[in-house]
């Protein structure tokens, strides 16, 4: 059985920091390009961070380059969102997502809310 399980999201003030984890399990991990998406209230999906499958690329949306860094470790099967600086418009629902060819993983999300 396929499970992506996020946690660490959370209230935290502007300027503060959350590490938002992803535990992977029922695939191989390795193999797959691992992201973290976000989507607001009332706003679509958006592609956060990406790292590929061996964790020797990533990429970034412009709106956290800078603030927000990706990273994986493959032998605990569990992907990263380290978020610094953190502002009041990167409230969301932060999912964690595996893909591999045309074979998709999402996760149920966690809740990160920046407000003073």
């Known amino acids: 059985q396929v499970q992506l399980v996020e946690s660490g999201g959370g209230l935290v003030q502007p300027g503060g920091s959350l590490r938002l984890s992803c535990a992977a399990s029922?695939?191989?991990?390795?193999?797959?390009?691992m992201s973290w998406y976000r989507q607001a209230p009332g706003k679509e999906r958006e592609l956060v961070a990406t790292?590929?499958?061996?964790?020797?690329?990533?990429d970034y949306a412009d709106s956290v380059k800078g603030r927000f860094t990706i990273s994986r470790d493959n032998a605990k099967n569990t992907v990263y969102l380290q978020m610094n600086s953190l502002k009041p418009e990167d409230t969301a629902v932060y999912y964690c997502?595996?893909?591999?060819?045309?074979?998709?993983?999402w996760g149920q999300g966690t809740q990160v809310t920046v407000s003073s």
């Open positions: 997502n595996a893909l591999r060819r045309v074979t998709r993983y």
């Open positions: 029922g695939f191989t991990f390795s193999l797959y390009v």
């Open positions: 790292i590929t499958s061996a964790g020797g690329n990533t």
